[in-house]
Nanobody
């Protein structure tokens, strides 16, 4: 199964933390570029963080210093550690696997930051 599966979303207060997980089968995680995206209500889906096969990491400016993407090849899982969460981080978070010219998306996990 190529499609990634996300988990770990939920409701958290401002300033809190969550860790999202993205699991995929076989060597998909270790052998390809993986990314996290998010889509807030009424907005377009946007890039949040990505990690290449070689380990290069990128973040959107709005999450730098607060979010950390990492990869556990043994568990075929990519993580997004989110700290100091803000209400504007509220969105559905999606994981994407890039296999050559093809993108495989997970179904998303809801993150709500609210008091």
């Amino acid at each position: 199964q190529v499609q990634p599966v996300e988990s770990g979303g939920g409701l958290v207060q401002p300033g809190g933390s969550l860790r999202l997980s993205c699991a995929a089968s076989g060597s998909i995680v270790s052998g390809n570029t993986m990314g996290w995206y998010r889509q807030a209500p009424g907005k377009q889906r946007e890039f949040v963080a990505g990690i290449s096969r070689g380990g290069t990491i990128n973040y959107v400016d709005s999450v730098k210093g607060r979010f950390t993407i990492s990869r556990d090849n043994a568990k075929n899982t990519v993580y997004l550690q989110m700290n100091s969460l803000k209400p504007e981080d509220t969105a559905v978070y999606y994981c994407k696997a890039v296999l050559g010219r093809l993108d495989y998306w997970g179904q998303g996990t809801q993150v709500t930051v609210s008091s």
